[in-house]
């Protein structure tokens, strides 16, 4: 069964920093691209960033560059999102989800965990 | 960047109904690269169709998507109750990887 669970979600001050895991099983972990996905509770989806299956490629959102950083630990079968200088519209529930694609380089999600939330308020 | 605009933004329907959802492309989506996920409340979204027309794995065949040109098309055959939930598109083909604002399909 695959399973993605995601970890270190709470409240931070505007200006702080969290950073965020997701442990993977159920799968070849270093045969997948791995993203980030984020919804404030209530509203739509956002694409954060991802990372390709040999952290080849990477990519970011507009909204994050510069202040997130994505990256991946192949042996533990995880993926970490370290997110700087956080602002309060970064509020939302932070998803992890494994690309459909053997060793591809889009994003289809075909699994997602069950979520993360971050709060980011004074 | 890709924008996807879904309408209508609720669909109110009855189980047995036929539903159709659809999602509207700003530019050409390179290969039909759109997907539809379906969301139920404090839930993670689900997959049920990729390249514009395939379903995904398990998804029942009532679900169908089609496309004609920058118009993507999700319909669903014969509304069971499990299906009222949220729907959103997004778009893989370019990145930045964009969703669509959703449509809630509630019950009649």
């Known amino acids: 069964e695959v399973r993605l669970v995601e970890s270190g979600g709470g409240l931070v001050p505007p200006g702080r920093s969290l950073r965020l895991s997701c442990v993977a099983s159920?799968?070849?972990?270093?045969?997948?691209?791995i993203h980030w996905v984020r919804q404030v509770p209530g509203k739509g989806l956002e694409w954060v960033s991802g990372?390709?299956?040999?952290?080849?490629?990477?990519d970011y959102a507009d909204s994050v560059k510069g202040r997130f950083t994505i990256s991946r630990d192949n042996a533990k079968n995880a993926l970490y999102l370290e997110m700087n200088s956080l602002r309060v519209e970064d509020t939302a529930f932070y998803y992890c989800?494994?690309?459909?694609?053997?060793?591809?380089?889009?994003?289809?999600?075909?699994?997602w965990g069950q979520g993360t939330l971050v709060t980011v308020s004074s | 960047e890709i924008v996807l605009t879904q309408s209508p933004g609720t669909l109110s329907l009855s189980p047995g109904e036929r539903a159709t959802l659809s999602c509207r492309a700003s530019?050409?989506?390179?290969?039909?690269?759109l997907v539809w996920y379906q969301q139920k409340p404090d839930r993670a979204p689900r997959l049920l169709i990729f390249g514009a027309s395939g379903r995904a794995t398990g998804i029942p065949d009532r679900f169908s998507g089609s496309v004609s040109g920058t118009d993507f098309t999700l319909t669903i055959t014969r509304l069971e109750p499990e299906d009222f939930a949220v729907y959103f598109c997004q778009q893989y083909g370019s990145s930045p990887y964009t969703f669509g604002q959703g449509t809630k399909l509630e019950i009649k």
């Open positions: 530019q050409s989506v390179p290969s039909s690269k």
């Open positions: 989800a494994k690309d459909y694609g053997r060793r591809g380089s889009s994003f289809v999600g075909d699994y």
């Open positions: 159920g799968f070849t972990f270093d045969d997948y691209g």
């Open positions: 990372i390709t299956w040999n952290s080849g490629s990477i």
